[in-house]
């Protein structure tokens, strides 16, 4: 169990290390176990409760959007390590498509063809992409990719794959910026329950390389606690133990 929690500011989503962006958060969804971790060693008892994992949860939405921020800025340093250069690329859904069903309806096959064409005009292309919903609720996307093609390419190819003809690309400088950019439409998805069930909020070419693993302490027990028990009183009786109590579960603020 690592239980050394960050817990960045507000304003610093997008200039975080990878470590803090994993910081601990808890889950909102009721009815998760109670976990009690302790270490004789450390003199430390950790309260916490597992994640329901679901974007429409707002404590593991939140989590799921940082997870994806620093995977993607670790991804783009890694291939910019390798000499590729990346770009943001904006589209949009068809003007014809009347419905926001319609637009997520098409959205599959466009841009599996729009993919496929990038591919064959930049072979070895890497790419992050984040669906989102417009206030109108129609589909729009936004694309973080190696592939070089101008805004006028994507307007062309777009519109014919049965995307929008409306597009915007920018080069890419910083990993920084990559960070930015992902933090701001990733982090729209968290709590948010606005797309079909199953839906993947981020998609990304294959092998986009995972986060590097985090070094856990292999100090601590760690026991599933009784419906029963509470963190209130568990926290009374080890502190009267002479234990320290770190509480990860937000139990002050959630729906048990």
């Given at each position: ?11 610093a989503?997008t ?12 889950c909102n ?7 009690r971790?302790k ?16 974007w429409?949860c707002?404590?593991?939405g ?17 291939y910019?390590s ?5 770009h943001f690329?904006?589209?949009t859904?068809?003007r014809k498509?009347?419905?926001?069903q ?33 206030e ?5 996307c936004?694309?973080l ?15 014919s ?8 690309e920018?080069?890419?400088?910083t ?5 930015q ?10 709590g ?6 199953g ?5 990304t070419?294959?092998?986009w ?13 760690t ?15 080890w502190?009267?133990?002479g ?6 579960t ?7």
């Amino acid at each position: 169990m690592d239980t050394d929690s960050v817990n960045p500011s507000g304003e610093a989503r997008t200039g975080l290390s990878y470590l803090e962006h994993l910081t601990v958060r808890w889950c909102n969804t009721a009815g998760r176990v109670l976990l009690r971790g302790k270490s004789e060693s450390l003199k430390k008892v950790v309260f916490s409760r597992p994640r329901c994992g679901q974007w429409k949860c707002p404590g593991c939405g939140e989590n799921n959007a940082r997870r994806w921020v620093a995977r993607v800025a670790h991804g783009v340093e890694h291939y910019q390590s390798l000499g590729m250069d990346f770009h943001f690329v904006t589209l949009t859904s068809h003007r014809k498509l009347k419905t926001p069903q319609a637009t997520i309806a098409v959205f599959r096959h466009a841009w599996d063809v729009l993919g496929k064409r990038a591919r064959r005009a930049a072979p070895g292309m890497k790419y992050v992409l984040i669906p989102e919903r417009h206030e109108s609720k129609k589909l729009h996307c936004h694309l973080l990719t190696s592939a070089p093609m101008p805004t006028r390419w994507y307007k062309d190819n777009s519109a014919s794959c049965g995307l929008g003809y409306i597009a915007e690309e920018e080069r890419l400088l910083t990993v920084r910026k990559a960070a930015q950019y992902m933090a701001k439409y990733t982090t729209k998805q968290a709590g948010s329950d606005q797309w079909p069930k199953g839906y993947r909020r981020v998609r990304t070419s294959r092998s986009w390389p995972a986060l590097p693993a985090l070094e856990h302490s292999y100090e601590y027990e760690t026991e599933v606690m009784d419906k029963s028990v509470t963190v209130e009183g568990q926290t009374r009786y080890w502190q009267d133990e002479g234990y320290e109590v770190i509480d990860l579960t937000g139990d002050a603020g959630r729906n048990k």
